[in-house]
């Protein structure tokens, strides 16, 4: 989206009513004074004020949730992009680690229950790191929600 597409398009549109307006000879403000003037009689002038300013605060809400929203993309990108940078450490981090766990099998004496450990461990640190990948809407409670180790059914 272009910045400041909607302001364009406001002043092409007032540029081409006070354009039509010369060319034509046309008082708008007479004639706005004079609608208003009508409507004095049905007692509608209030509303049309009120309208106003209903509307100014429509627009002025409509921009600070546009606002929010676009702060809290950048959030989200932010975010993805430091899981992703984290993705990849911890990614090369494991590779390494397999490389001790391979040095460690070769090795007979070497204690099993540290291996199948090790292994609880890495696969654990795979789903965290997926659980936090997969995060869409940012927050402090939803990231240490990811984290949490997750129950066994049988506990």
Do not use: C
């Not at 597409?5 to 708008?28: E, K, P």
């Not at 546009?66 to 992009?81: G, L, Q, T």
């Not at 099993?112 to 997969?134: F, P, W």
């Amino acid at each position: 989206m272009r910045p400041h597409r909607l302001t364009w398009i406001g002043l092409s549109i007032a540029f081409f009513i006070v354009a039509f307006s010369q060319l034509y000879d046309i008082d708008l403000f007479d004639k706005l004074a004079s609608f208003f003037k009508t409507m004095e009689k049905y007692e509608l002038d209030e509303f049309f004020i009120a309208g106003v300013i209903l509307l100014a605060f429509f627009a002025a809400d409509l921009v600070l949730q546009e606002r929010s929203r676009r702060i809290e993309h950048e959030k989200v990108k932010v975010y993805r992009a430091m899981v992703s940078s984290a993705h990849h450490v911890l990614n090369n981090f494991l590779n390494e680690m397999l490389l001790f766990k391979m040095t460690a099998e070769d090795i007979p004496e070497f204690d099993r229950e540290v291996l199948d450990l090790y292994d609880k461990v890495m696969d654990d640190a795979k789903r965290q790191i997926k659980s936090l990948s997969s995060i869409t809407k940012v927050s402090e409670d939803r990231i240490k929600e990811s984290v949490m180790p997750k129950r066994e059914s049988g506990t």
